[in-house]
């Protein structure tokens, strides 16, 4: 009489438990991206802003916890002429930066008003959440600066580098556009131990590391989804 007892508080719990958030999703990442530099003012030209477009999977652990792993390509852009002319310092040098940058990032986020997908039927139900995130990434991109002939022995720096280590922290808002569809908006902040993103340092100012930013927006494809125990969710 027990174990059939038990057996029916188990059957008539499962309902309850059953339909995990555990879930993967990919996608496309189209936006902008700007840079804070040495050839930038602040705390950025608006002109500066370019194309920024790669590939996102997310993997959520449960409907507040998720890892996210992104490719991203675009061009970072400087001027010395954006820089208000009454800083004497700059802005006659007609220096000029170009690089065109490619970075892979992994990053854990924060869902804080994340819950489950389905409800304790089953029956799906359209979520919308903001979120916050924070990880590490590699950047890669030789920064080519352009200044008149005077100025060309100037260049490239000796401790100039291609390869940068950086820290992207991030603020979004997820939203299920259909049961299989997730689209998010986010803005991202990279912060990086270089004043060489931009080519320029030693004759700049060395004392600043640079950084740079994207904001944009990713639609994805809900590729998968696991199914288990939710209980709290």
Request: net charge negative; no cysteine; proline share 6%.
């Amino acid at each position: 009489m027990n174990k059939l007892t038990s057996l029916l508080i188990i059957l008539l719990a499962l309902p309850l438990g059953l339909f995990a958030q555990r879930s993967s999703e990919a996608g496309v990442f189209i936006g902008v991206s700007n840079y804070m530099g040495d050839l930038a003012p602040s705390p950025l030209a608006a002109n500066e802003t370019n194309l920024a477009f790669g590939g996102q999977y997310r993997y959520m652990l449960n409907p507040k916890t998720g890892l996210k792993g992104s490719a991203t390509y675009t061009k970072l852009s400087g001027a010395d002429a954006n820089v208000p002319l009454q800083d004497p310092s700059v802005g006659v040098r007609r220096w000029k930066m170009e690089t065109r940058l490619l970075e892979a990032a992994l990053q854990a986020e924060w869902h804080p008003l994340g819950a489950s997908r389905f409800n304790n039927a089953g029956v799906y139900q359209r979520q919308i959440s903001p979120f916050i995130g924070a990880g590490v990434g590699l950047a890669f991109g030789t920064a080519k600066v352009n200044v008149p002939e005077d100025d060309k022995t100037r260049f490239p720096e000796t401790d100039s580098q291609s390869a940068f280590l950086v820290f992207p922290m991030t603020l979004g808002i997820r939203f299920d556009v259909t049961e299989s569809l997730i689209l998010t908006g986010e803005f991202s902040v990279r912060g990086t131990f270089s004043d060489y993103l931009d080519g320029v340092s030693q004759n700049g100012n060395p004392n600043t590391n640079d950084h740079f930013m994207f904001g944009g927006i990713s639609l994805l494809y809900l590729i998968d989804a696991e199914f288990g125990p939710s209980y709290g969710n």
